[in-house]
DNA sequence: TCAATTATTCAAGAAACGTTGAATTGTCTC
DNA sequence: GAGACAATTCAACGTTTCTTGAATAATTGA
């Protein structure tokens, strides 16, 4: 991931509905979940929330597909990763402070 | 770090300038950087500059302290591996696929 | 084919963001 | 104190982003 991409990443996700879109669908992995069922559980109208995923979608953070006539909607867990990636060994350079931070954790992936 | 302070990082880092300049001042630890020598450095004018920082400052990913005529701006290290660790254990909570990316870098603070 | 369901597109207005230049504040040196 | 230097604040402007509601497209089942 370059600086680009990054940027695009990190300005489709520092927004809350985006973000909590996000939030929900990680833990959904592959399956992932209709835009009807995601607008039910952000509470957003249906206009509204293509917008929104189509800015996600578009920063590369998730992956549409359809299924007879509704739209799913999956998160690209690989994209996520290579968001945090950046930030940790391209924008940080492997920086010790912000490295702990991620070792910290006691049952992160990191550990 | 919860979900607004996460949000509001990750919209101060989603704009070019801001995060060029949380990219150089990174590097330069708690020593940091003045404002002119940032405005130098991201070839930002004077008060464009102090709109980024102080935006940059709000959300708490650098650090502002006066040296005579100058005010030396240095990253806030935690707050930035803070939001790698939000990203990687509440926002993904602790996904596979996306840890897998952390611990890919050969050189990286996790391996 | 017609109606119902699901979701997107479009246009308009409101709100937030980013840029610019001028004015201002704080600090230093003479 | 006067002048220079470093940086911020302010107001104005244009741009982008977000929200809303109406119109449109795609799919399914009677």
């Known amino acids: 991931m370059d600086q680009t991409q990054a940027l695009s990443a ?10 909590q879109i996000v939030r929900l669908l990680v833990p959904c992995g592959t399956e992932g979940l209709s835009a009807g069922e995601i607008g039910l559980r952000v509470n957003c109208a249906a206009s ?4 929104h995923l189509s800015a996600l979608e578009q920063a590369g953070l998730i992956a549409a597909r359809r299924d007879g006539r509704r739209m799913i909607y999956s998160a690209e867990r690989r994209q996520l990763g290579g968001l945090i990636d950046y930030l940790l060994n391209d924008c940080c350079v492997g920086d ?3 490295g702990a931070m991620c070792l910290n954790t006691s ?3 990191c550990t």
């Open 96 to 98: 010790r402070v912000v």
């Open 107 to 109: 049952d992160g992936p």
């Open 48 to 51: 509204r929330l293509s917008f």
């Open 10 to 19: 990190l300005s489709a996700l520092g927004q809350e509905t985006r973000l």
